[in-house]
């Protein structure tokens, strides 16, 4: 074997398991193996997960914080007002640089799959050459997708939907929308059904930005579910944000959350940036925003968590760490139970790993090689510690070591040092 992990905790609880990796491939999972190996690490107990998946970002912005200015209301509507001022300064060169930087900085925190929405509606597609260019180059070390998003609205900007075609002949890979930015709730409907028939003739997923806002008669995702069925795409779709939901009536939610379970649709949350943009026209009681996660689990849908933003015009914060997006959407969906802290974790492994249809993801025999060894013992305790990446390992090859976290304490009888864990 190329490189043997011994005594690894998997996310499922099997502790004390060996894995055994040939070439780009793992070859066998289980206790005791008696592969050997040309390299061998010692996990000592700690977790070994697959890869961390962010189903949701905005590459094409990402660390552009300060450009051309400060969002200083720290709202979504500056922040939509910003990137307007900032697109027809945009260089693809510099693009492409701060794309790469944040590309650094997935790989040592594990992240090794993102969704990318990417805005076609610059008649250059400036963007879209700039992020095509990056997936080429980031290929052998993380999985880019790109979904072509019409930030400005697919009928409410003139050339949006040819941009949109335009992007997808160019290589781009899922279609998106945004249908409570279009001007009215009927040219909303009319959009999803334009890219959604699109899609479907395309033979593409479809990802779209769907009721960001806290009007609880923002209703889209219920006109993208209907699609979904009529169309055929079961399983394709997605629906990111979903931010409405928090505040619609419970007896409209009881018939809608079937229609998107029997849809196939999925959901993506934002934890971080639902809970700050949301619920900013509320004076008290204010509405947390971010959509009713652990309702539409039990319903059936799958649920995964998202970045979205890190050091843009919406969003100054944020590091690239998955680990705090679901230590956010525990807190914010007030899943604190065991098996729904363990969902936590699923939302940004697993179930994204499924939406985004990655081939060979897992810790079983036959899936790709690509782990992340955890400074924790278990999911829950690495959402609690946002535990560090000791290893990042793709394909067989390793990408990332840290060391764990440990502080050194100059304390009278007590130990000479602290590592945060029980």
């Known amino acids: 074997m190329d490189l043997v992990i011994r005594n690894a905790t998997l996310a499922d609880g099997r502790p004390s398991i060996d894995i055994a990796i040939e070439g780009e491939r793992i070859t066998a999972v289980g206790p005791k193996l008696p592969h050997q190996g040309r390299?061998?690490?010692?996990?000592?107990?700690?977790?070994?997960?697959?890869?961390?998946?962010?189903?949701?970002?905005?590459?094409?912005?990402?660390?552009?914080?300060g450009l051309p200015r400060v969002n200083e209301s720290g709202t979504l509507l500056e922040g939509i007002a910003l990137w307007g001022e900032l697109k027809?300064?945009?260089a693809q060169e510099a693009l492409v640089e701060r794309a790469l930087r944040y590309c650094d900085w997935a790989v040592a925190r594990g992240l090794l799959?993102?969704?990318?929405?990417?805005?076609?509606?610059?008649?250059?597609?400036?963007?879209v050459e700039a992020l095509l260019d990056v997936k080429r180059r980031v290929a052998s070390y993380i999985d880019l997708q790109l979904v072509a998003f019409p930030q400005d609205g697919l009928l409410?900007?003139?050339?949006?939907f040819d941009n949109l075609k335009r992007a997808i002949a160019m290589g781009v890979d899922v279609v998106g929308g945004i249908p409570h930015f279009e001007r009215t709730m009927a040219q909303g409907a009319d959009s999803i059904r334009l890219l959604c028939e699109f899609a479907a003739d395309k033979g593409l997923m479809v990802d779209m930005h769907c009721d960001e806002t806290d009007d609880p008669l923002s209703r889209h995702i219920e006109t993208l579910a209907m699609e979904a069925q009529r169309l055929g795409l079961q399983g394709?779709?997605?629906?990111?944000?979903?931010?409405?939901?928090?505040?619609?009536?419970?007896?409209?939610?009881?018939?809608l959350l079937p229609l998107i379970a029997e849809s196939g649709v999925a959901a993506i949350a934002n934890p971080l940036i639902n809970i700050t943009l949301q619920g900013r026209h509320d004076t008290y009681p204010k509405r947390r925003g971010m959509t009713r996660v652990p309702e539409l689990l039990a319903a059936g849908v799958p649920v995964a968590f998202g970045h979205d933003c890190v050091m843009d015009p919406w969003?100054?914060?944020?590091?690239?760490?998955m680990l705090e997006v679901a230590h956010m959407g525990l807190h914010v969906a007030q899943m604190t139970g065991q098996a729904a802290m363990r969902q936590c974790f699923q939302a940004v492994t697993a179930t994204p790993a499924r939406i985004l249809g990655l081939q060979g993801y897992g810790i079983e025999p036959g899936c790709y090689a690509d782990l992340v060894l955890l400074d924790a013992g278990s999911p829950v305790e690495a959402?609690?510690?946002?535990?560090?990446?000791?290893?990042?390992?793709?394909?067989?090859r390793i990408l990332s070591e840290a060391p764990p976290a440990r502080a050194v304490l100059h304390l009278p009888?007590?130990?000479?040092?602290?590592?945060?864990?029980?």
């Not at 007590?414 to 864990?421: A, I, K, L, Q």
């Open 236 to 255: 394709r779709v997605a629906g990111s944000h979903l931010t409405s939901m928090h505040s619609m009536d419970n007896y409209y939610v009881s018939k």
């Open 156 to 160: 409410r900007s003139p050339a949006a």
């Open 413 to 422: 009888d007590r130990p000479s040092s602290v590592n945060f864990r029980l």
């Open 39 to 65: 390299r061998e690490i010692d996990a000592g107990g700690d977790l070994v997960s697959p890869p961390f998946v962010d189903a949701h970002f905005h590459m094409d912005a990402t660390l552009s914080y």
């Open 113 to 127: 799959a993102i969704r990318t929405h990417v805005d076609v509606c610059d008649e250059r597609l400036l963007a």
């Open 315 to 321: 969003y100054g914060l944020g590091s690239g760490d």
């Open 383 to 396: 959402i609690r510690l946002r535990a560090a990446r000791r290893l990042v390992v793709r394909r067989g």
């Open 88 to 90: 027809p300064q945009l």
